[in-house]
């Protein structure tokens, strides 16, 4: 009689060996790929160091977007056009207005006559040709000419004032990108009309990527703002980094008896993601590149998928299980 189960060929036999195979000695899948949490080690999450969403100003319809989704993009950079020829036009109009100084040549003009007119008068006081009516009348008009002289200076002033202001509202029609990130979403497209302060297009800064963990109250004196300490994912395809505390609370919630602290992760190569759910190991501070962070505890070796019967899809290859000549 055959020693295998009843119901169970030879080929589910080795199917079932295959199975048991990738099951790890400490009872969990190959495919679950969490390790085991330290003593001083603290859940987190990665998020952007900071996030913008571009809003218009103004009024406007949208000329052009120059960033798709997915691009990044430098500080300063413009990011979005809106339809600006009218106000282009005022910025021109007020331009003009501030270069020309005719009114105030026009009153000097004006003044320099009546001064003169003023001091001839001076001159033949108290003849028969220049009368004490005649010499007030000229004083009058010589000071009305220099307040008008200085009104046009005035005028003058407030003619470059207001095309520093027009210039500058004709920057609010182009919106340019706050600091250096990632184009998350794009709310709006080419073509349409904006509402004052309507989002535009969003943006979140990924290099840094900032940590923020609920420590419990144990390790207050510890966690304090200029320590580095090791961060590794819980998932162990993802490399551990080095996350350097930037704000550690002095305020403690009291019913979970936790303090709020925030660690910068440098992610120049973009390898890691806003969202990522992280372990902060705060057994011991790490000082500097003399002493990098260990590896993972638990970490699994990346699957060879030449040589493993679980390929990366998760899926048993259930021929290459099967010994030679069992089909």
């Known amino acids: 009689m055959d020693d295998a189960a009843p119901g169970i060929s030879v080929t589910q036999s080795f199917l079932l060996v295959a199975l048991f195979a990738v099951i790890n000695s400490d009872g969990s899948r190959l495919g679950d790929r969490h390790p085991q949490r330290g003593p001083q080690e603290v859940v987190g999450m ?5 996030s913008a969403v571009l809003a218009s100003v103004q009024p406007a319809r949208i000329a052009a977007i120059h960033f ?8 300063g950079d413009l990011v ?9 036009s005022r910025a021109e109009f007020a331009r003009a207005a501030a270069e020309s100084d005719l009114n105030i040549e026009l009153a000097r003009t004006r003044l320099q006559q009546a001064q003169r007119d003023l001091d001839r008068l001076v001159r033949l006081h108290g003849s028969e040709h220049s009368s ?10 010589a000071e009305a000419a220099r307040l008008e002289y200085e009104l046009a200076v005035f005028n003058q002033a407030q003619a470059v004032r207001a095309y520093e202001r027009e210039w500058r509202l004709l920057e609010e029609y182009r919106i340019r990108a706050p600091f250096d990130g990632y184009v998350t979403e794009r709310i709006k497209h080419p073509g349409e009309t904006v509402d004052q302060l309507e989002g535009v297009l969003r943006l979140a800064q990924l290099d840094p990527l900032l940590v923020t963990v609920d420590c419990p109250l144990s390790l207050a004196g510890r966690v304090k703002a200029g320590a580095e300490f090791c961060v590794r994912p819980e998932n162990a395809d993802w490399p551990v980094r080095i996350g350097e505390v930037i704000f550690a609370s002095r305020l403690a919630d009291g019913a ?5 602290v925030k ?24 000082a500097g590149s003399a002493r990098p962070c260990p590896a993972s505890p638990g970490a ?9 019967v679980v390929p990366a899809t998760g899926k048993v290859d259930f021929k290459r299980a099967l010994p030679t000549g069992v089909e």
Do not use: C, M, Y
């Open 132 to 141: 004490s009516k005649e010499l007030s009348d000229a004083s009058a008009t």
């Open 46 to 50: 990665t998020g952007p160091a900071q």
């Open 68 to 75: 798709e989704e997915g691009q990044t993009i430098k500080a």
């Open 80 to 88: 979005v056009q809106l339809e600006e020829s009218i106000q282009f």
């Open 263 to 286: 660690l910068s992760v440098d992610n120049k190569d973009g390898h890691w993601v806003s969202g990522l759910k992280v372990l902060v190991d705060f057994s011991s501070t790490v």
């Open 300 to 308: 699994f070796a990346p699957l060879n998928p030449a040589s493993s």
């Open 256 to 260: 979970s008896q936790t303090f709020r």
